[in-house]
């Protein structure tokens, strides 16, 4: 269950390699990411988020574009922290709504993931 952004973009690399050597790779991923796309090098597990790719990346733009922002410390600082709230929120509804689909967590029990 790889997180989006550099996480996932390591872990690709892992990925790809664990398939080369005859591995099945199984990716639990939201129907909504960043960089996490279906490949033909694993099989892709994907599940509903209430949240659009457009509300997504608005939200990582601005917290992007606050970090290099002008102005005092302290100001920055507080913008960055609400930024960063609003993202960490979007990950944190991304894992509830793994946890409450049903049909997922089950396949996931039943090939022992």
Known sequence: VPVDG????????VVDMLQQKGHEVVVVAP??????????NF???????PYT???MEK??????HT???EGS??????KIYEAMKEFSNMSAVSCEQLLQ???LIRYLEESKF
């Open 6 to 13: 550099s996480h996932w973009l390591s872990m690709r690399e």
């Open 31 to 40: 129907e909504v990411a960043m960089h996490i796309k279906p490949s033909k």
């Open 43 to 49: 099989v892709m597990k994907m599940y509903s988020v």
């Open 53 to 55: 790719q457009e509300e």
């Open 59 to 64: 939200n990582f733009n601005v917290f992007l």
């Open 67 to 69: 970090s290099f922002e």
């Open 73 to 78: 410390f302290f100001e920055r600082f507080l």
């Open 101 to 103: 689909n049903k049909e």
